[in-house]
T-cell receptor
Framework: NAGVTQTPKFQVLKTGQSMTLQCAQD?????MYWYRQDPGMGLRLIYY???????DKGEVPNGYNVSRLNKREFSLRLESAAPSQTSVYFC????????????FGQGTRLTVV | KNEVEQSPQNLTAQEGEFITINCSYS?????LHWLQQHPGGGIVSLFM???GKKKHGRLIATINIQEKHSSLHITASHPRDSAVYIC????????????FGKGTKLSVKP
């Protein structure tokens, strides 16, 4: 099993460009999450999807949109990239139940110049 | 604002030493997670705690609900334990709606 797969691993964008970060999990998990990690800060939740067909905002949703395409895939879109969105992005999925552990992707390092 | 504080920020140890990383949080929680982030960047879940103590191999995690404090211990540390260890808490709501600490960077020297 691959677990949680993120693509791409690295990306450089120019300000104003758009792109979609892809995340897929093969563990039949209902919940999927997008986080960003910035130097000197803890990870912060951008958006999440508690089940197929639903999405909700997290702590820092501005400038992002998401799509839960099916149970396996949860994508994060930057419509007009800004330098403030330079970060490392992590996707995670969770099995059913509050007292369970997460599975994280390997991360996408995004630089906006 | 709910916060998660980790200490120390950085920790250097000699191989074989016993290591403790601490995590404090501000209000009642439903679950606490310890995560490991490897030098290559990937994140792995080590423990999820709601009470008491858990042990996996050389790793032990404890939580004191009354004192709002958790510790991660590593016995007989090894250079391969070098990583960033992250504490995260769930104050309620969905599973992954977590507040993360800034992490403790551990370096174990041979």
């Amino acid at each position: 099993n691959a677990g949680v797969t993120q693509t791409p691993k690295f990306q450089v964008l120019k300000t104003g460009q758009s792109m979609t970060l892809q995340c897929a999990q093969d563990m039949n998990h209902n919940s999927m999450y997008w986080y960003r990690q910035d130097p000197g800060m803890g990870l912060r939740l951008i958006y999440y999807s508690a089940s197929e067909g639903t999405t909700d905002k997290g702590e820092v949703p501005n400038g992002y949109n998401v799509s839960r395409l099916n149970k396996r895939e949860f994508s994060l879109r930057l419509e007009s990239a800004a330098p403030s969105q330079t970060s490392v992005y992590f996707c995670a999925s969770w099995p059913r139940g509050l007292y369970t552990e997460a599975f994280f992707g390997q991360g996408t390092r995004l630089t906006v110049v | 604002k709910n916060e998660v504080e980790q200490s120390p920020q950085n920790l250097t140890a000699q191989e074989g030493e016993f290591i403790t990383i601490n995590c404090s949080y501000s209000v009642g929680i439903s679950a606490l997670h310890w995560l490991q982030q490897h030098p290559g960047g990937g994140i792995v879940s080590l423990f999820m705690l709601s009470s008491g103590k858990k042990k996996h191999g050389r790793l032990i995690a404890t939580i004191n609900i009354q004192e709002k404090h958790s510790s991660l211990h590593i016995t007989a540390s090894h250079p391969r334990d070098s990583a960033v260890y992250i504490c995260a808490v769930n104050y309620g709501g969905s599973q992954g709606n977590l507040i993360f600490g800034k992490g403790t960077k551990l370096s174990v020297k041979p």
